[in-house]
Nanobody, 125 residues
Framework: QVQLVESGGGLVQAGGSLRLACAASGLTFSCYAMGWFRQAPGKEREVVAAVSRSGGHTDYPDSVQGRFTISRDNAKNMVYLQMSSLKPEDTAVYYC??????????????????WGQGTQVTVSS
């Protein structure tokens, strides 16, 4: 049974930083691309970062490019999201997810098979 558990969310002032972590179990972690998504109230879930199976390739939307960094530790079955220069519009529930396709860097929600329960990130102005 695949399980994903996120941690590291919280309240931070604009301009601050947070590091999210996601612990994965029940799968051969290094065989799957991973992604971080977020969903704000009243909005659709959107990708904020994706990382390839090896960690050698990453992808970000323009909205977080240069501010967010995704990384993974295949030895520990962990994926991380380092967020800096946070803005109030980054406020959302953040989810990690396991890819369900062989695509190198999937960026659509439909391409992900397993999801964590989410962790709240709130950025105050």
């Amino acid at each position: 049974q695949v399980q994903l558990v996120e941690s590291g969310g919280g309240l931070v002032q604009a301009g601050g930083s947070l590091r999210l972590a996601c612990a994965a179990s029940g799968l051969t972690f290094s065989c799957y691309a991973m992604g971080w998504f977020r969903q704000a109230p009243g909005k659709e879930r959107e990708v904020v970062a994706a990382v390839s199976r090896s960690g050698g390739h990453t992808d970000y939307p323009d909205s977080v490019q240069g501010r967010f960094t995704i990384s993974r530790d295949n030895a520990k079955n962990m994926v991380y999201l380092q967020m800096s220069s946070l803005k109030p519009e980054d406020t959302a529930v953040y989810y990690c997810a396991v890819s369900g396709t062989p695509i190198l860097l999937p960026v659509n929600t439909q391409e992900y098979a397993y999801w964590g329960q989410g962790t709240q990130v709130t950025v105050s102005s």
